[in-house]
């Protein structure tokens, strides 16, 4: 991940930037009625706290960016990339679907079930 | 502009006697900001789910933002301004700064004060506990782990005094 100049920093950019997907994978879903967001508060949007924190291991594979300054490169929003493909994979193993939409939550997942099942839920409107 | 509408409220903040003039529907926070400019407890979700606006009142942390201002009439108020001098950190800011225990820092003030009135109670909790105690605070850049490793070496640091 080129030169970590501050490895403390680079270490809470890996976890924080997981921490944050963590939210977009599992809870956060703007909800929009005619282009109005309608869940516009915290009470409403949650958004991941302490206990929503598994334990975090942060390593840093050191390598030289040669086109970076003092071979660095942009850490910010790395570790995004593995969390959401690893909670749906873990839910494909677990029950047998493969949600491909965020976020994944028990209603998607029920969903994601019944319609496996050939009893798929209506959507009202 | 004093009118029918305001009080005048006494109390103790920062550790120096001083009183305001307060409408019935001004909160803790827009207080602070306006007639004191301490600008260290942030409103941010105004609802007190965030923790941001926390302040210690008569000890214990409250949220900024949904406590009547009026309310503080007799109270003793400690704000983040109150923590430590530059060249003298709080063992809890010493903490935090030790561990990175924070990205863009808004939500920093609150955590602290909350860790420090934890700590105030419970000198050695337990991760459980610290988890439990700062559930009211959300960080949205993730730095939980950090912060969780900052309160137990700001409660090893508050040990050896």
């Given at each position: 991940?080129?030169?970590?100049?501050?490895?403390?920093?680079?270490?809470?950019?890996?976890?924080?930037?997981?921490?944050?997907?963590?939210?977009?994978?599992?809870?956060?879903?703007?909800?929009?009625?005619?282009?109005?967001?309608?869940?516009?508060?915290?009470?409403?949007?949650?958004?991941?706290?302490?206990?929503?924190?598994?334990?975090?291991?942060?390593?840093?594979?050191?390598?030289?960016?040669?086109?970076?300054?003092?071979?660095?490169?942009?850490?910010?929003?790395?570790?995004?990339?593995?969390?959401?493909?690893?909670?749906?994979?873990?839910?494909?193993?677990?029950?047998?679907?493969?949600?491909?939409?965020?976020?994944?939550?028990?209603?998607?997942?029920?969903?994601?079930?019944?319609?496996?099942?050939?009893?798929?839920?209506?959507?009202?409107? | 502009?004093?009118?029918?509408?305001?009080?005048?409220?006494?109390?103790?903040?920062?550790?120096?006697?001083?009183?305001?003039?307060?409408?019935?529907?001004?909160?803790?926070?827009?207080?602070?900001?306006?007639?004191?400019?301490?600008?260290?407890?942030?409103?941010?979700?105004?609802?007190?789910?965030?923790?941001?606006?926390?302040?210690?009142?008569?000890?214990?942390?409250?949220?900024?933002?949904?406590?009547?201002?009026?309310?503080?009439?007799?109270?003793?108020?400690?704000?983040i301004?109150?923590l430590g001098?530059?060249?003298?950190l709080d063992p809890v800011q010493e903490a935090f700064i030790e561990?990175?225990?924070?990205?863009?820092?808004?939500?920093t003030?609150?955590?602290i004060?909350?860790?420090k009135?934890?700590?105030?109670?419970?000198?050695?909790?337990?991760?459980?506990?610290?988890?439990?105690?700062?559930?009211?605070?959300?960080?949205?850049?993730?730095?939980?782990?950090?912060?969780?490793?900052a309160?137990?070496?700001a409660?090893?640091?508050?040990?050896?005094?």
């Amino acid at each position: 991940m080129g030169n970590p100049i501050n490895p403390k920093i680079v270490e809470t950019q890996l976890s924080g930037a997981a921490t944050m997907q963590l939210g977009f994978t599992l809870v956060e879903k703007m909800h929009l009625d005619g282009g109005q967001v309608v869940n516009a508060s915290l009470a409403d949007y949650r958004i991941p706290g302490i206990h929503d924190i598994p334990p975090m291991e942060n390593e840093i594979v050191e390598a030289w960016q040669s086109n970076g300054p003092f071979g660095a490169k942009g850490v910010g929003e790395l570790a995004t990339f593995n969390v959401s493909p690893a909670i749906a994979n873990a839910i494909d193993d677990a029950v047998g679907v493969r949600i491909t939409e965020l976020p994944l939550t028990p209603e998607a997942i029920f969903r994601a079930l019944r319609a496996k099942a050939g009893m798929p839920i209506e959507d009202r409107r | 502009m004093i009118s029918a509408t305001t009080r005048t409220i006494h109390f103790r903040l920062n550790g120096r006697a001083v009183s305001a003039e307060v409408a019935s529907h001004h909160t803790l926070i827009e207080m602070l900001q306006a007639q004191f400019e301490l600008t260290g407890a942030r409103e941010s979700c105004g609802q007190g789910l965030c923790g941001c606006c926390t302040v210690l009142l008569d000890g214990k942390p409250v949220s900024g933002c949904l406590y009547l201002a009026a309310f503080a009439d007799g109270a003793d108020i400690v704000t983040i301004e109150h923590l430590g001098e530059p060249d003298r950190l709080d063992p809890v800011q010493e903490a935090f700064i030790e561990c990175g225990a924070f990205q863009c820092g808004y939500c920093t003030p609150g955590f602290i004060l909350s860790a420090k009135s934890l700590l105030a109670t419970n000198p050695q909790p337990s991760d459980d506990e610290i988890k439990d105690y700062l559930s009211g605070n959300l960080c949205r850049c993730g730095a939980y782990p950090e912060i969780l490793q900052a309160v137990k070496l700001a409660a090893r640091k508050s040990k050896r005094g």
